[in-house]
């Protein structure tokens, strides 16, 4: 039996035990207050508004499902902690996903967050740069698990575009292109990052990788 379902039978028979001059009803703990702490970029108006179905319900009896139902219809919560304080409060810690680019999914804008998860787009000042992905978000997925594994600092690119002959271009915040040939384009891509600073290749707008164990530069 689960803790909190312990706690709230011992309140349960502690209440209907009580014999006082002033006498506790279980009314008492129904849920009037709600605490939201730790959102940043998620109002606290939108997920009290989200939280309208249990309110009012008894604190004793509510379940972290019940909650957790109705926090996650908001696509831009990753997580939560819950904590109830009696007798009419509930306090909960939000945490927040992390958009890493803009993809468009059925002719509508989403963010993607660091899981390649679908975050409902609304303008955000601190992710106006981030950069727009032109693929399927399965082919994206793949790609990106790949440049985490060469730790490829995606904040130089402006600009994802996957291709049906099964390759990648990438565009950078300084309009450098980046053409990756459909095999093996992990070498590529850490070839380039030991090439971008160098005083020799810094005058290039183009570096093509598509022709196997060839770089034209243009």
Do not use: C, H
């Amino acid at each position: 039996m689960k803790k909190q379902t312990v706690i709230a039978i011992a309140l349960f028979i502690l209440l209907t035990t009580i014999t006082s001059k002033e006498k506790i009803s279980i009314s008492e703990f129904n849920l009037k207050k709600i605490k939201i702490s730790n959102n940043q970029f998620i109002k606290e108006g939108e997920i009290k508004k989200l939280l309208n179905p249990i309110y009012g319900k008894n604190l004793l009896f509510l379940s972290n499902l019940d909650i957790k139902q109705e926090l996650e219809k908001n696509s831009f919560i990753e997580s939560f902690k819950i904590k109830k304080k009696y007798p009419d409060t509930l306090k909960i810690e939000i945490f927040e996903k992390k958009p890493i680019a803009i993809i468009f999914f059925k002719k509508k804008k989403y963010y993607l967050s660091e899981k390649i998860d679908l975050i409902e787009f609304k303008s955000i000042k601190d992710y106006e740069n981030l950069p727009y992905v032109f693929a399927e978000r399965d082919e994206f997925e793949i790609f990106y698990n790949s440049l985490m594994q060469i730790n490829f600092p995606i904040r130089l690119i402006k600009k994802f575009t996957f291709f049906e002959s099964n390759r990648w271009d990438l565009e950078t915040s300084n309009k450098t292109l980046i053409k990756l040939p459909s095999k093996n384009y992990t070498k590529s891509l850490e070839n380039y990052l030991n090439l971008k600073n160098k005083n020799n290749f810094k005058k290039y707008k183009v570096f093509d990788y598509r022709l196997n164990n060839q770089l034209i530069l243009k």
